[in-house]
């Protein structure tokens, strides 16, 4: 266990972006990836979209159902086309080690096709963990509908789960943020998670997490928590491990029904071991007490700050259900914590990190 610090050039980890959503939010991340061993794949049944996508290898799925023009917003279509395409998918499916997806749901491509990509990887034993957005409540009942069954079968396949309902942009960031903004400071948010993923399973430090205990946590099927806290100073450890725990742009998760737990902590110098024991101990205390909690530590001298925590929860319950599409808060006193405390924009990164996609307009391809 008590190893030199290597790179593990071995590791695979496939980002796949699913339908529009998930296509544009690569686009994103694409300059800003810092890894090879990141792996960006566009999936979709429009071709115009998948033409002007940032990534690595481009799928059009369901080309003779759909010729290339997208799935009509019908999730049936999405899941046929995805179904035509299964050899091309399992391809990048197999040779990924460990597979990040990113989707929009309320839509034809993203909720027909993800849940049928979820069930091949777990298939093929690969982890897989997906972030889903949910619509804006101002795209009605019908869309909202199609999204929530959607996830439920996504739930049913992948190892993880983080939902990210559209509404609580306005929550956070306020409605006078530009719409595109928005979708930076989510996408970044993705971006954030990725690499801290690829720092825990790529290096080797004094403590390992490796691919198997990864797998094991992810093995815990249910909602999840993954979030990423940073900073600079030694004393504001428990300020950054708030921040992972704590996502006002996700919906609520009950940890104390977790069954697995990881916590990796990077740094770039050393961390003295109350201040270790302290972060094992908050987070063990959240969590059930015959949850598998497995804890890393790695020294990595380029971060870009001193201290970085990454928190995996799974086999956790939701706290909330993506309220219904009309039902609005009567009084300031109903309003949600994050609503009433809104973080400035350029403060978004410091409050959380989790894995994050979307597209620069409402869609749900």
């Not at 810092?34 to 996508?53: C, F, G, I, P, R």
């Not at 956790?316 to 009433?340: D, G, L, R």
Request: net charge negative; aromatic share 4%.
């Amino acid at each position: 266990m008590f190893q030199l610090i290597q790179q593990n050039d071995g590791l695979s980890i496939g980002v796949f972006g699913i339908g529009g959503c998930g296509c544009n939010t690569l686009n994103s991340i694409f300059e800003q990836r810092e890894s090879e061993q990141a792996h960006l794949y566009s999936v979709n049944t429009d071709k115009v979209v998948l033409e002007h996508t940032q990534s690595d290898e481009a799928v059009l799925i369901g080309a003779e159902l759909t010729h290339g023009y997208g799935a009509g917003a019908d999730p049936k279509v999405g899941l046929q086309a995805a179904e035509e395409s299964k050899e091309q998918l399992l391809t990048l499916i197999n040779g990924c080690d460990i597979i990040l997806c990113a989707t929009g749901l309320g839509g034809g491509t993203g909720t027909g096709a993800s849940p049928y990509i979820a069930e091949l990887a777990s298939e093929q034993g690969k982890p897989i963990i997906f972030v889903a957005t949910l619509p804006f409540s101002s795209e009605g009942e019908f869309r909202s509908n199609i999204a929530q069954t959607g996830l439920n079968d996504l739930k049913e396949h992948a190892n993880a789960v983080i939902t990210l309902p559209n509404d609580q942009l306005i929550e956070v960031l306020g409605n006078d943020i530009g719409l595109f903004d928005a979708f930076k400071h989510s996408n970044q948010i993705l971006h954030s998670l990725i690499k801290s993923l690829i720092d825990m399973l790529c290096f080797q430090g004094l403590i390992n997490v490796d691919l198997n205990d990864f797998a094991k946590i992810m093995d815990c099927q249910g909602d999840a928590v993954l979030g990423v806290g940073k900073c600079n100073d030694e004393s504001e450890l428990t300020t950054a491990l708030d921040s992972a725990l704590n996502n006002p742009l996700v919906n609520q998760v009950d940890m104390s029904s977790s069954t697995g737990v990881i916590i990796q902590v990077n740094c770039k110098d050393e961390i003295s071991l109350g201040s270790y024991n302290l972060i094992t101990d908050t987070v063990r205390q959240q969590v059930s007490p015959n949850a598998l909690v497995i804890c890393g530590v790695s020294k990595i001298e380029n971060l870009a700050t001193n201290y970085e925590l990454l928190i995996i929860a799974t086999g956790a319950s939701a706290k909330m259900i993506v309220e219904p599409f009309n039902k609005a808060p009567s009084s300031e006193t109903e309003q949600s914590p994050a609503a009433k405390a809104k973080p400035q924009p350029s403060d978004i990164f410091d409050i959380p990190a989790f894995i994050r996609n979307q597209a620069p307009a409402p869609c749900g391809k």
